[in-house]
């Protein structure tokens, strides 16, 4: 059997500081399968980014202390020389940074980025890497890509310089396409445009893709799978569909109770309250038990492991709840059932 896409095997990323190390991914899990969408979702400041750029090797200068490992089609790519690391950067794994604007050098022509990439990979000239540049933007939806390649960044919508992100991301046709949070500073119609190129493009090229998100209901359309991320954890992960239909842990409750439901009579949205943890002392026991409406002495003592329930469904939550998932949408205090 082949080895997933991307396998993330107990990471941690401890960066120092002058209280101490901030652990902003402790113990974190995950795959993907080539060809599949892998939503990682979870609040600000969960560990998302940072996650990535390990896997990017791209947090070097902050001196961070990382253990654990990163399989790319099962090579861990923690462990290869820089200059190996940089035929992976570009050529294997794609990456659509958060902010697409400070990702984008502000006084080069976006073709000319776009073209920079390729030669910096291939051996091709000027002229053939602008072409292939534009053949980008126009794949990406952009229309008259030929002079829009032509114009800066600051001239182009939030929207178009998100698909430049996109064609500079997949130029050099990476296996993995990782997105952070591609849409979060764009309207829901052109957010709903870009998520559809970029599945349209997973199709396409069979390439796995990460999309990273605040919300469940932004991946819900694409992602095969899902994986909910508290304080540099995963709380939950399993078929998106699972997910969905059976959230498990008590944070994906209240992830889901954001989630403004259609036809609701009354779409009060439910914050999850308090906020999340600190990451430099973080609480003993379930990082979530301080906000969790569900919890027991049980869950202040042991970090709870990610458990399998069933059918690539996990969780990380003790709380001995038959049907845990029917009390979606319910987040009162447990009653005698998950006192027992
Ligand atoms: N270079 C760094 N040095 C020290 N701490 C860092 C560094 N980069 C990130 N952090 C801390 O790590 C934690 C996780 O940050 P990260 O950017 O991964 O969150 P995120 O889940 O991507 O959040 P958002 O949804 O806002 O993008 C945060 O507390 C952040 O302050
Ligand atoms: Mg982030």
Same mark, same amino acid.
């Given at each position: 059997m082949s080895p997933p896409l991307l396998e993330i095997d107990d990471l941690t990323v401890h960066f120092p500081s002058a209280a101490g190390p901030v652990r902003a991914v402790d113990g974190l899990s995950l795959s993907l399968e080539r060809g599949q969408t892998l939503g990682v979702v979870g609040e600000s400041g969960s560990g998302k980014t940072v996650t990535f750029l390990a896997a990017m090797r791209l947090l070097e200068r902050s001196r961070p202390e990382i253990h654990g490992r990163i399989l790319l089609d099962g090579v861990d790519v923690l462990t290869l020389p820089a200059r190996e690391m940089r035929e992976i950067r570009g050529p294997r794994i794609g990456m659509i940074f958060q902010d697409p604007l400070s990702a984008l050098?502000?006084? &080069?022509r976006v073709g000319d980025q776009i073209a920079e990439t390729v030669r910096a990979h291939r051996d091709v000239g000027r002229r053939d890497a602008w072409a292939q540049s534009v053949a980008a933007l126009a794949q990406v939806g952009i229309p008259n890509a030929d002079e829009r390649a032509r114009q800066y960044p600051h001239q182009l919508s939030g929207g178009m310089r998100q698909r430049v992100m996109i064609a500079m991301a997949l130029i050099l046709e990476p296996d993995l396409l990782i997105a952070d949070a591609p849409t979060t500073a764009l309207d829901t119609t052109v957010e709903a445009q870009i998520l559809g190129i970029i599945d349209d493009l997973r199709t396409r090229l069979g390439i796995g893709v990460v999309l990273v998100s605040h919300s469940l209901a932004t991946v819900a359309d694409v992602a095969d799978t899902v994986a909910v991320m508290y304080a540099g954890r995963a709380v939950e992960r399993g078929p998106c569909q699972a997910v969905f239909a059976h959230p498990s842990h008590p944070y994906t409750w209240g992830l889901l109770d954001t989630v403004p439901a259609l036809g609701a009579e009354r779409s009060r949205l439910v914050p999850i309250p308090g906020s999340p943890p600190s990451l430099i002392d973080p609480p003993p026991g379930c990082r979530f038990a301080p906000r969790c409406a569900y919890r027991f002495d049980a869950c202040t003592r042991h970090l709870p492991e990610l458990v399998e329930r069933g059918g690539g469904h996990a969780d990380a939550? /003790? &709380?001995? /709840?038959?049907?845990?998932?029917? !009390? !979606?949408? !319910? &987040?009162?205090p447990p009653g005698e059932e998950a006192a027992a």
């Open positions: 050098h502000p006084l &080069l939550c /003790v &709380l001995p /709840v038959p049907g845990r998932g029917a !009390r !979606r949408n !319910r &987040l009162e």
